[in-house]
């Protein structure tokens, strides 16, 4: 529990910190309780089939993941982080807004539906399709303003505070960031979606519209006692400027460079001579001419020319890490489901009591609860209990973590695929296979099995991805090892997308239904399930692979030993650079 405010400063302090977790919890509040139940909106209001309403779903979560990093570096690079996080509230309210309006305007979207209906002729027109897709743009472009910075914003107003009694605060700061980020994202699973499926639209989409509101509103009351910290180099210029630098020098012959003399390092670093991984990037870091590529007080005349051994590792350990990082975006597209997992549970009997059945999009908030207690059991019952019985500590590695992820992933898209089988089958036996709406007998309390597995692999793979680039890239890229994952969901999106793309038009001829059929009864969508199943698998080879040519965890559990420094900032932001 956060306590002892600290008041006594004019600016930043606890005070500021709960604004800044209020802007981002009512943030994802309002964004996942509209983009849940989406795919409903989409083919209900606009006409499109299932594939092509996922697809665009697929397109906006990609978007939507990937503009944290562009924010990121605008934010540290030109802007701060305070006007990046004040204008993606205003461009998510914005969006937001003019989304509500096309459940009010009735030119702004085609005459409803049936859901999932093969007969509708009513396609949404360009305009009002543009509109649609500026909305979303407008939202994703707004996440990407907000969370891009938020989690950073709040640990600058606690950076000058260095006892152990506020580095106590930080920490606190980060567990109740993360808990309230994810108890939005199931409210908004639940309350937000049962709201939609009982009031309709424009109050299901209204009640995001206040949300954000008060998101925005919360972050700009506070405007006054912020600390604001001011924009400097990036990681991302760090990189390029290693890349531009070996691209300058590539006729460097490096065999004859054997001197400490002729690398270029900080003062105090622990890295003096480069490794011989990857050597060509070693050329950004040699000193050819003394007199002309440094300063007097050792620093680069020109950092696009000579960079630091430590910058040029920097980039070495980010490229070692991308092929076990590429092994989690084939996960990441199993997670990213959701809108053929509520098209299934939405054909199956929901009902919990005669009176109240669950919406089909609050399903997936068993997802999240499935992943909390794999994590929580994990840690505070199978650990204990395995080092107890061991007599030492023991714990799964890494790399072992990542593996059994992978694996579980794969089974739990078999699973799926069997109960959707099952459920089609039954759907025929009753004689609804050509009513696409139509609710089956069986019961959707089935697919928890699915959510129960994937739970598991997101606790074992998401988790042990993240704690792996934490640990093995130097605690000067944190904020690169934060993104990383993010970048995985966008690149997973990409590609569920590319996969729904080439599935569709698989079996759409001579009379033939696509297996991602808007009628889902007359689809094969366990036939798209075994295929994300079949790809795991294979996904699971290929990470062995990895594993294998990476080696060894370099920091373990306990993560690196050491700090190499910031050598992806600028070098001309210290004063104690030397060679």
């Not at 005070?15 to 983009?35: H, V």
């Not at 006892?163 to 605060?169: E, W």
């Not at 007998?441 to 991805?465: I, K, T």
Request: with cysteine.
């Amino acid at each position: 529990m956060i306590t002892e405010p600290l008041l006594s400063s004019p600016k930043g302090g606890i005070r500021a910190l709960f604004f800044i977790i209020a802007n981002e919890a009512l943030e994802r509040l309002a964004s996942f309780g509209l983009s849940t139940n989406m795919i409903l909106y989409l083919t209900r209001e606009y006409g499109m089939d299932a594939a092509s309403g996922a697809q665009i779903l697929f397109l906006y979560s990609a978007a939507g993941n990937f503009m944290p990093i562009i924010g990121a570096f605008l934010a540290d690079t030109y802007v701060g982080r305070y006007p990046m996080i004040g204008f993606g509230c205003i461009a998510s309210l914005l969006g937001m807004v003019l989304l509500w309006l096309t459940t009010i305007i009735p030119g702004a979207r085609v005459p409803s539906c049936a859901q999932f209906s093969t007969n509708c002729n009513n396609d949404a027109t360009t305009p009002q399709l543009l509109f649609l897709y500026f909305c979303l743009g407008l939202m994703s472009i707004g996440a990407g303003g907000i969370r891009s910075c938020s989690l950073a914003f709040g640990a600058d107003q606690l950076s000058k505070r260095d006892s152990l009694k506020h580095a106590g605060i930080l920490e606190s700061f980060f567990s109740w960031y993360y808990v309230t980020s994810s108890a939005s994202v199931f409210i908004s699973m639940t309350c937000v979606v049962y709201i939609q499926e009982a009031m309709g639209w424009k109050v299901g989409f209204g009640v995001p519209v206040v949300l954000m509101f008060l998101s925005t509103l919360s972050f700009f009351l506070a405007s006054p006692i912020y600390v604001k910290p001011k924009a400097k180099a990036s990681w991302l210029i760090g990189f390029a400027r290693v890349l531009v630098a070996s691209f300058r020098k590539r006729r460097i012959e490096l065999s004859s460079l054997d001197t400490d003399e002729l690398y270029h390092h900080r003062k105090g670093s622990a890295l003096v001579v480069p490794s011989e991984r990857i050597r060509y990037l070693n050329r950004a870091c040699v000193i050819k001419n003394p007199e002309e590529d440094l300063m007097p007080d050792g620093r680069a005349s020109d950092p696009w020319t000579l960079c630091t051994v430590d910058q040029v590792e920097e980039l070495k350990a980010l490229i070692k890490v991308i092929p076990i990082w590429s092994t989690g975006v084939l996960v990441s597209v199993n997670v990213c489901q959701n809108s053929f997992l509520l098209l299934q549970a939405s054909t199956m009997n929901r009902h919990i009591t005669s009176k109240f059945e669950i919406p089909a999009g609050s399903f997936y908030a068993f997802l999240l609860l499935s992943a909390t207690m794999w994590i929580a059991l994990y840690d505070r019952v199978i650990i204990p209990l395995a080092s107890k019985i061991t007599g030492k500590p023991t714990r799964l590695g890494l790399k072992q973590k990542i593996g059994i992820g992978i694996l579980v992933s794969a089974a739990s898209m078999a699973v799926l695929a069997i109960i959707e089988r099952v459920r089609r089958e039954i759907a025929i036996r009753e004689g609804i296979s050509d009513i696409p709406d139509a609710v089956t007998h069986m019961s959707a309390m089935w697919l928890l099995p699915f959510y129960f597995l994937l739970g598991f692999s997101e606790a074992m793979n998401g988790v042990g991805l993240n704690e792996f680039f934490y640990t093995e890239l130097p605690k000067s890229m944190s904020s690169v090892a934060s993104n990383l994952f993010s970048i995985g969901l966008s690149a997973a999106s990409l590609v569920a997308s590319f996969i729904v793309s080439n599935v569709r038009g698989y079996i759409s001829e001579a009379n033939q239904e696509s297996w991602v059929s808007s009628n889902i009864n007359k689809g094969h969508y366990d036939y798209y399930y075994w295929l994300l199943s079949s790809l795991g698998f294979a996904n699971f080879i290929y990470y062995l692979a990895c594993s294998k040519a990476y080696g060894p965890c370099k920091g373990g559990q306990s993560g690196i030993t050491g700090d190499v420094g910031e050598g992806l900032i600028d070098d001309n932001d210290y004063d104690d650079d030397a060679v």
